[in-house]
Nanobody
């Protein structure tokens, strides 16, 4: 069964940076999968942050993170990254990665119900 593991979260001051990683379990090739990043702030619904598709390497971002976050993939390492710069307190939350049911991609805006194989999440806290 496909499994995803997130890491890289932590406490950072406003304006700082973090790089999140999403590793796909061995036995599965990342080449065939799109990966979505979501986040969930306390008391709020989980929201889509970014997506990288499988075939054409298209990338998509929520308006709230455009210009600050960059999604990328290293298929050789079976890893997708989310580079987060110029972090703001409103970026605080638990960040999750997941695979769309289609495998190859998903429509924007991302919907939680269209994804599966959720990781356990990694906490990002932006605070001074």
């Amino acid at each position: 069964q496909l499994q995803l593991v997130e890491s890289g979260g932590g406490l950072v001051q406003p304006g700082g940076s973090l790089r999140l990683s999403c590793v796909v379990s061995s036995g599965f090739s990342l080449d065939y999968y799109a990966i979505g990043w979501f986040r969930q702030a306390p008391g709020k619904e989980r929201e889509g942050v970014s997506l990288i598709s499988s075939s054409d390497l298209g990338t998509y971002y929520a308006d709230s993170v455009k210009g600050r976050f960059t999604i990328s993939r290293d298929n050789a390492k079976n890893t997708v990254y989310l580079q987060m710069n110029s972090l703001k307190p409103e970026d605080t939350g638990v960040y999750y990665c997941a695979v769309p049911h289609t495998g190859w991609g998903a429509f924007w805006p991302l919907r939680v119900e269209d994804f599966e194989s959720w990781g356990q999440g990694t906490q990002v806290t932006v605070s001074s």
